[in-house]
């Protein structure tokens, strides 16, 4: 991992102030610095307006970015809504992105008068766009744009003019309902790449995996700075075994989570998406990161007792991170299922050369 990039990173986070945010819920300043850094759009080209960096970059500035519980949509701008326009050869626009899969009627006709952005296909242009709901969109009041894989087509629309309902997940970030009445809505579509769904499923699983291990490392750093300060029967509670074997407990978490998503993200960079490598790594890291999410939000409000449970208290920043975000992008349930199903479908000698990668 680029050492640069992680001090890079770290700076610009932990440099960061909660609750420096517009209506919207994000942190202008820090997506400010995250823009003029390249740090915004780090895995996309240059040719997209990113900075080509690898996932294994990625790692690095979403691990920071989960473990100083940053209010900005990384994972939906780089890896997802800049992803997802620029395969489908559309023109990717400035500003906050973010992506969703959508209804397929979203995309079965093009609007009147629009230009998909690549060589036209049915549909590319002409006809009506029926109308289609989106719910729980991540982060679409504060968006720019919103793209949307509807079905065989990737389609561009601009949240101004949309109807928006706002929501927001256990942390307060913004999940909102978009509905489009009409074609007004929508400023481009295109064919979609093959494997789009799949891949889009991935990406997100990948980055919230990157983000989860993040979170339940700052919650690990509170805990342990927290019992060093504590002071019950005269001594840091830091200093009883009881404290002791949580928090290595703990860290133990920490560290399995991380290392299944570093290495999931080494995997995407050797491989690329659409291999069965790639697919088994992402599954089994967001498996272990939500798993572990659950583990170390438990143990650090343990050691924190009843002050971590506070509103004021900087803790629930990341716990309620860490509980929202094990569920969002398919939970440990959903993802050890797919495992399972790999594993069944590999049979007994398939089993090995499935979980070694070996020919």
Known sequence: MNAELVDLAESVFSEATDGATDGDGLDVA?????????????????????????????????????????RVPLVETDLLGGWLLHAGGLEVPDGVLTAVAGPSALGAEGPAGVDGGRAAGPGAAGG??????????????????????????VVLLEPAAAELTGGR???DEPRDSVVVRDASAVTA?????PGAADELAQRAALGRSLLLAGAARGALAQSVRYAGERVQFGRPIGRFQAVQQQLAMAAG???????AADAAAATADR???????????????KARTSEAAGAV????????????????????????RLWAWREEDGSDAFWHAELGAWVLAAGPDGLWPLVTGAP
């Open 253 to 259: 978490e920490v560290a399995a989570a991380g290392a």
């Open 169 to 171: 997940n256990l942390a």
């Open 30 to 70: 820090l997506w400010g610095t995250l823009v003029e850094t390249g740090l915004a759009r780090l895995t996309l080209p240059e040719a997209a307006g990113g900075s080509g960096g690898t996932f294994t970059d990625a790692a690095a500035v979403l691990a920071a970015a989960g473990a100083h519980a940053a």
């Open 128 to 153: 009506a766009l029926p109308g289609g709901a989106l719910a729980r969109v991540p982060w679409a009041r504060a968006a720019a744009a919103i793209a949307v894989l509807a079905g065989d087509r």
């Open 189 to 193: 579509v295109a064919p979609a790449p």
């Open 297 to 320: 939000a438990r143990i650090a409000h343990q050691v924190h007792g009843a002050i971590g449970f506070t509103r004021e208290h900087d803790l629930r920043l990341l716990t309620t």
């Open 271 to 285: 491989d690329g998406f659409g291999t069965a490598a790639t697919a088994l790594a992402v599954a089994a890291a």
